[in-house]
């Protein structure tokens, strides 16, 4: 919290304190899973933090000495004065036309699932997920391209009318709201409907963020007054009281755990994870074999017509006194799998220099009247740095081709909604 003013949504506090809530909830589970860490499991987990602080506050620094010695001036909205907010200079027609969108991506991937697995939605959602989690595998089954395409830009398309949302809160404009509500529902429902929920996650924890740096940009600081505080803890309140069930209703098979099991399996397991890989010792592989790097080793797999390079993620399931812990475990698995100890240093320097750059960006722009894409990407990455205790999300999710489309989709859909479009009516004769 002393390397950066802005420290409740800065990248290093993010990565510390998403390990924090894992690490109490283990208390509860020593003599259940045996959750005696070993030292190399604990040096780990430490030295991984501490790269990922230090080099945050090393950019940090340099950051404002840089804009420092170039006489860069921070500015903030209450400096300046606008005719108007950017929610309000939207009009409706153009929020209507997303939200057509996002019916749109629901309805193709309702059709596909139910014409390949079936009427019974829970079981069909089920059986795609298994289905499309091995790449290498002979029944490996995916979205049809254009479906694919659609879905993407309806999701991309969730964190621009979620920026709009909050920039009418922030800036005190009502324009769209309702539908904009629709919108952000809609895709949130786009996030889930192939069964994971990480999609429908990440855009309530992007939401937080892009709020926050709005109020930012025109306060000048990120002050939490009570009632924000009283909202966060309701809204985490409810995401874990739905946890479970949304699971259930989402073709995840897990009644046999308990509420309080569940949870622990979520937040905990990770750590006795990758406690078990590291006992094991075997460290290091190929960069074609690399965790870290799946995705590009397998698009360049697949550019290069080397079909030997395209593999899937090497996370086997672990199991204590018949209790499966799942297959995750922790940002640190796939970095100690790669290279061990340097694999840890090289990886999470490189995530602090990213993530901290984006983050020092996103503080320095004006965010009333334009959508801001550095906003939109940290907080993109935002999600990635606090499911650190969960897997390597960072990697996977942004060294990824979905997220260029991400890209492309932000891009194409900030020129819709700032293209100027008059429309003149010639009364007949």
């Known amino acids: 919290m002393f390397t950066s003013k802005e420290a409740v949504i800065s990248p290093q506090f993010g990565f510390t304190a998403c390990f924090v809530p894992g690490i109490i909830y283990a208390f509860n589970y020593i003599r259940k899973w045996n959750m005696y860490l070993s030292s190399q499991t604990i040096e780990t987990i430490i030295l991984g933090i501490t790269v990922f602080i230090i080099t945050s506050a090393i950019i940090n620094y340099f950051s404002y000495r840089f804009k420092f010695r170039l006489g860069t001036i921070r500015f903030y909205e209450k400096n300046y004065t606008e005719v108007e907010c950017i929610s309000e200079s939207i009009p409706a027609w153009k929020i209507i036309i997303v939200l057509i969108l996002e019916l749109l991506s629901l309805f193709l991937v309702l059709a596909f699932l139910i014409s390949n697995f079936g009427t019974n939605i829970s079981a069909a959602i089920y059986a795609f997920r298994l289905r499309s989690m091995n790449i290498t595998s002979s029944d490996y089954v995916s979205l049809p391209g254009f479906v694919r395409l659609i879905r993407r830009i309806a999701l991309a398309a969730g964190y621009i009318v979620m920026y709009l ?73 409810i995401i874990l009281a739905t946890f479970a069930g949304l699971g259930s209703l989402l073709g995840r098979q897990m009644e046999f755990l308990n509420f309080n099991d569940y949870i622990a399996v979520y937040l905990s397991a990770e750590l006795k994870n990758l406690d078990i890989f590291i006992r094991e010792g075997t460290f290091g592989t190929s960069f074609k074999n690399s965790q870290t790097m799946m995705n590009i080793v397998n698009t360049l797999g697949s550019l290069l017509n080397h079909q030997e390079w395209i593999h899937s993620l090497d996370n086997p399931y672990h199991y204590i006194g018949g209790t499966a812990l799942g297959n995750v475990s922790t940002i640190f698995y796939a970095f100690m799998y790669d290279g061990g100890y340097a694999g840890i240093i090289g990886y999470t320097a490189l995530f602090a220099v990213i993530s901290q750059a984006i983050f020092q960006y996103s503080l320095n722009v004006r965010t009333k009247k334009k959508i801001r894409f550095s906003i939109l990407f940290y907080s993109y990455v935002w999600y990635t740095v606090i499911f650190s205790f969960f897997s390597d999300k960072f990697y996977e999710m942004i060294f990824n081709t979905a997220f260029i489309w991400t890209l492309v989709s932000w891009a194409v859909l900030v020129g819709f909604f700032n293209m100027k479009v008059k429309l003149k009516f010639v009364k007949g004769v």
């Open 165 to 237: 949302f909050f920039n009418g809160i922030v800036y005190k404009s009502k324009k769209n709201r309702i539908a904009e509500i629709v919108c952000i529902v809609l895709a949130f429902i786009n996030g889930l409907i192939l069964g994971g929920r990480g999609d429908g996650i990440q855009l309530i924890a992007s939401g937080v963020i892009i709020y926050l740096l709005l109020r930012r940009g025109k306060y000048g600081s990120v002050s939490f007054r009570f009632t924000d505080i009283i909202k966060m803890i309701v809204l985490a309140t």
